[in-house]
Nanobody, 116 residues
Framework: QVQLVESGGGAVQAGGSLTLSCAAS?????MGWFRQAPGKEREFVAG???????DYADSVKGRFTISRDNAKNMVYLRMNSLKPEDTAVYYC?????????????WGQGTQVTVSS
């Protein structure tokens, strides 16, 4: 069993930056981030393999960077140039592949609020 705990959420003005962290217990192969805004479905944000191959949603490419520390069993999401539409609860995820992350393990989520 894998357990995930997110941290680093908060409130920031548009154009600002935040870094989210996720601590994992148990072995993880692929890790990533999803988000869910009020009234919308949960959507994929970014994923990363143990070999550091990455994938991003088109809406965050060039602004967000996902990274991981395999020794510490942690994953991070650096969010730059934040927009109000980035406001959502962000969830850490772990699974076997990036394509199947949605069917894996989930954290409780951390709120990110971007004001205009």
């Amino acid at each position: 069993q894998v357990q995930l705990v997110e941290s680093g959420g908060g409130a920031v003005q548009a154009g600002g930056s935040l870094t989210l962290s996720c601590a994992a217990s148990g072995r993880t192969l692929v890790m990533g981030w999803f988000r869910q805004a009020p009234g919308k479905e949960r959507e994929f944000v970014a994923g990363i393999t143990r070999g550091a191959s990455t994938d991003y949603a088109d809406s965050v490419k060039g602004r967000f960077t996902i990274s991981r520390d395999n020794a510490k069993n942690m994953v991070y999401l650096r969010m730059n140039s934040l927009k109000p539409e980035d406001t959502a609860v962000y969830y850490c995820a772990a699974g076997g592949t990036i394509a199947t992350l949605s069917g894996g393990y989930w954290g409780q989520g951390t709120q990110v609020t971007v004001s205009s």
